[in-house]
C-alpha cells in the first residue's frame, strides 16, 4: 500500500512544492525524496515507490488531471471511437521519469530494504478510463463491458500488454519486486472476475517473467470475497494482498498455505488508535505468523492517520 | 430485492402524484398499489413491500429525508449526546401506515403469492444515522465503533430492539415472511463483522421468534465475501441472499446445502440485456436448481432499466 502521504508533514512540504499531484509523480527527484520518507521516519522493510496507476492511461494518449482535494479526471471512452483514440502502445518516454525515480530510491536505499513497484490491474486502470473517475461500483465500465465485450476485451489487452512492459522497465530499473493493485476487481461477478481480472493479471506476470525471469509480484484483488481462491489457484502471484475485510483465519486456513499473504489492518483503526488498533494488530500477528507473511495495512493509509498512531502499531508489530 | 421502482410507468406516475418518496412509503394507499405493481405487470410468486430501511431511525426521532434524485439525510449522530437525543423505543403510531399498506396488500394478493416485509440489519442502519447518509465505505459509523464501541452497541441495542418489533408487526400485519437487509455489512473487518453484524441479526430473529413461532426469515449481508460462512453458520436464517458478486460455485457447495440461496444476477446485466443477460440467467439456473433457491437479482433494480429486458429474464427463468 502506499506508505507516504498526507498525514507525513515531509510530505505535504514537497506535495506544496511541488503543485500538481502529477507533476510530483514525474519529478524524480521530488518523488524519490517521497518514496524515501517513511522509510526514514519509521525503519520500514520496504519502500513503496510513489505514483500513480494512472499514469499508464497518460502514456496511452489519455490525459490524467488531480484536482486538489479530488479525485483523479480523465476524459470518459464512451465507445469503439473512444477506444481507437488511445495509442497503439504505451509511450514509455512518458514513463522515463518514474524509472529514473526507481533508480534513484534504490540508490539511496540500504541494501536490506526492498522497493517495490506497481501497476494498476487491466480491470481497474480500464474502470476509470472509462468512466473518467471513480464511482462508488465502476457502472460505466461494467455496462461497457457488458453491452461490447470484444471492444472491451481490445481496452483490456492493450492494458495487459502497457502493464507488462510498463513492469519490465521498473524491474530493470531497480525494483525488487512489482504489485499489481487490482482496487475494483470486488464489483464484478465471477465470469466477468475471471475474465477481466484473473486472466488479464495472469498474462501480464507471464510477460513480465518472459523479459525477467523469476520476477518476483505480489497481487491485490481488493474485495473479492470468496473470489481469492480462484486469484491464488489461476493467478501465479509471489504474494497476495489483502484487504481489510477478508477473515485472517479464513485467509490462513485456505490462503497463506499456497502463497504468502500481505495484509491485512483496517486503515480505519490505524486512524482510531487505542486499545482497538492493538486488538487489532494482535489478531492479524496471530493469525498469520506461522507462515511467510508480510504485516501491512490492508488499504491505503488515510490522510487524517495520527504519526503516533503509526508508532504504536509499529511497536506492537516488532514487540519492542 | 426492492421490484416497484422508477423503471415502471406506472411507479413514475404514481410517484409524482405522492410527491415526497416518504410520504409514498407512508400512504397506505399508495404504497400498497406501487407493492403490487410488479406482481400485476410481472407475475411474480412474491410481492415485496414497498418502504425504506430508514423509516425505523424515523420512528425512533432522528427524522429522514430524500431530496429529489438524491440520497437520504438525517442529521447525523456525532457522539453519545446524539444518541441521547432518541427515543427510547420505537414509535410504532408512526409506522402504523407501513402496517396498513401490508394489511392492503395481503388483502389484494392471490393466495398463492407471497407478500415480503423488511427492515435493515442494525449495522447497516446506524451507518446511515451516524453518516446522516450514505457514504461510500461508511467510515463515520466505522469510526464511531472503534473510538467508542460502548457508545456504539448502545445503538446496535436500540436497534434490534425496534427491528424485531417492527418485524413482529409486520408478520402480524401479514407479511409471510420478513428480509434483514444488511447492505453494508460488506466493510468491516471479521471481527466487527461477527460483533456488529451476524450477533445483533441473530437476536433479532430471536426474538422474531419468540414472538411468532416459526417466523421465516431471509438474511442478506450484501458483499461480505467470504464472511458469508460465518453468517450462514450463525444467523438462523430460513434462505440467504446473495449479492452479484458471490460465485454461485462457491454458494451451491458451501452454502446452499445449509439454506436456501436467493439471488444472484448483476442488476448491470439485467439493464445491458442481450447475450449477456441470457447468459447470466442460465449460470443461476444452473448452479442452484438443485436444491430450494429463489431466483432473483443480486442488488435492487435501476432506474434505467428496460421492461423488455425484465421480460426476456423471466421467459428464461419460466422456460417459456
Known sequence: M????????????????????????????????????PVRRFGFDAAILFSDILVVPHALGQPVQFALGEGPQLDAIADRRGLARLKAEVDHSMLT??????????????REVALLGFCGAPWTVASYMIAGGGTSEQEPARRFAYGDPDGFAELIDKLVDASASYLVRQLQAGADAVQIFDTW?????????QRWCVDPTARIIAKVRGHVPGAKVIGFP?????????????????????DWTVDPAFARDQIQWRVPVQGNLDPLVLLAGGAALDRAVDNILEAFSERPFIFNLGHGI??????????????RVRGT
Open 2 to 37: 502506499r506508505q507516504a502521504g498526507r498525514y507525513l508533514p515531509e510530505y505535504r512540504m514537497i506535495r506544496e512544492k511541488a503543485g500538481d499531484f502529477l507533476k510530483l509523480c514525474f519529478s524524480p527527484e521530488l518523488a524519490a525524496q517521497v518514496t524515501l520518507q
Open 97 to 110: 521519469p518514474i524509472y529514473e525515480t526507481i533508480n534513484r530510491v534504490k540508490a539511496d536505499l540500504p
Open 185 to 193: 476487481a470486488g464489483v464484478l461477478p465471477a465470469d466477468e472476475f
Open 222 to 242: 481488493r474485495g473479492v470475497g470468496t473470489a481469492l481462491l480462484r486469484y491464488v489457484e489461476d493467478v501465479p502471484v509471489d504474494a497476495v494482498g489483502l
Open 302 to 315: 488515510l490522510p487524517q492517520t495520527p504519526i503516533a498512531h503509526v508508532e504504536q502499531m509499529l511497536a
